[in-house]
């Protein structure tokens, strides 16, 4: 996770069966609102803003204007305590595990729980998701500036310490300690939007909201439907054209929708092409022969951690790992954009749009 952490804008809008018809700004708290007129009515707040590295977008709904109003705040101090605690970039509890490798640091529940999850994926994908991957992600530094070709001996000195059994965690007293090994380096950019997406979305149900869709640098998680059995739908982005065309569309319900592809940070030297998921085996960019990668799954962090394995994994290993496995849900995108795998147990909620595109079911 990367970023930079300024608010691009929260409104609160008041929306009548999805369409709005009133916008004013959050901080206007003496703005005037409509009274509902009919049963249908909802009202709607928007966030959007810049954390994670990543544009961040939610849209709440409510029965009243204070309702939606709390359920807005909660949003928006979520994603900054989140922001707090997992950036790279800031003094965060979980960057303090990194820079104090070798020792028990103290972390948060959310953190130790988000590393069991991170643990039980590495495990079951053998490393294609890895989350000790940190000292090869340091040495090529693609998609946050001074991306090089390392040395090989820089390589495998740096494989020397990507395992993630060697991470441990334990718990005293109610509190949490997690440690790495001297000379390793966590990196939950696989997982960590996938798992705060989850988080809030866990937190708005419990606060009682009805529906909700937010979507964290295209990891969407869909609470509850968008309207009475109406699931929502989801567009699953064409790696090669710009951000908007779908080449299919999911419907979720209560769910995370979680994309890894080739197309958002790669760098190109001498006619080859490096992409930003890297691979615990050679400590490079994974040769994939997948343009991108799609999961569904209740919970939002195993889907986005498993969607960085399978793409890495390329579609013979990935299906494979698809039949073996009929309670993770994908489909799967190959590189020439031709074929769309999809898992036999989605099948009904995925559509294909592009005609150019064959479909082929994966049966379990
Ligand atoms: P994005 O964050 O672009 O949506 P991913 O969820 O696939 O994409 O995460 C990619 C990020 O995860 C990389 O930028 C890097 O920090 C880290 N990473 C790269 N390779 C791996 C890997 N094999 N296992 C775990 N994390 C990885
Ligand atoms: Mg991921």
Redesign the pocket.
């Known amino acids: 996770m990367r970023f930079s952490a300024a608010v691009l804008s929260a409104c609160l809008s008041l929306a009548f069966m999805g369409g709005i018809q009133a916008t004013w700004a959050q901080d206007n708290a003496s703005a005037q609102t409509t009274a509902p007129t009919a049963q249908a009515t909802e009202y709607e707040a928007s966030w959007q803003s810049l954390h994670m590295g990543t544009l961040v977008t939610a849209k709440v709904f409510g029965q009243t204007p204070d309702e939606v109003k709390r359920l807005g705040a909660i949003v928006e101090s979520e994603i900054v305590r989140f922001d707090d605690m997992m950036s790279v970039h800031k003094e965060t509890a979980l960057n303090e595990v990194n820079r104090r490798a070798g020792e028990w640091v103290e972390v948060t529940p959310e953190i130790a729980e988000m590393t069991r999850e991170a643990l039980e994926v590495a495990d079951l994908t053998d ?5 000790t ?1 940190g000292p ?2 340091n040495l090529w530094k ?2 946050f500036g001074g991306h090089s070709v390392p040395s090989d001996a820089a390589i495998a000195e740096a494989l020397k310490h990507v395992n993630h059994r060697t991470v441990t965690l334990k718990e005293e007293d109610g509190r949490h300690f997690l440690r790495i090994e001297r000379g390793q380096n966590i ?1 939950m ?3 960590a ?2 798992y705060i997406g989850q988080k809030l979305a866990d937190r708005l149900k419990k606060e009682g909201a009805k529906h909700a869709l937010l979507d964290l ?3 969407v998680v869909a609470v509850g439907e968008k309207y009475e059995n109406q699931p929502w739908r989801v567009g699953l982005q064409r790696p090669d054209q710009t951000r908007g065309a779908y080449f299919a569309v999911v419907s979720a319900n209560d769910e995370s929708v ?3 592809g080739a197309y ?2 790669n760098f190109e030297k001498d006619g080859k092409k490096y992409g ?5 085996k050679t400590g490079r960019p ?1 040769a994939t022969d997948l343009s991108s990668v799609t999961i569904l799954d209740k919970n939002g962090a195993r889907a ?2 498993l ?3 399978l ?2 994994m390329g579609v013979s290993a990935a299906e494979r790992f698809l039949e073996a496995h009929p309670d993770v849900h994908a489909v799967l995108l190959s590189s020439d954009m031709k074929t769309a795998l999809v898992s036999d147990a989605i099948k009904d909620r995925v559509r294909v749009t592009d005609p150019e595109i064959v479909v082929k079911i994966i049966k379990h």
């Open positions: 490393s294609a998701f890895e989350p991957i090869i992600v693609i998609g990196d950019g696989a997982i939007k996938g640098g295209g990891n979680i994309t890894s958002e940070r930003h998921i890297l691979s615990a994974v986005d951690a969607c960085t394995a793409f890495g």
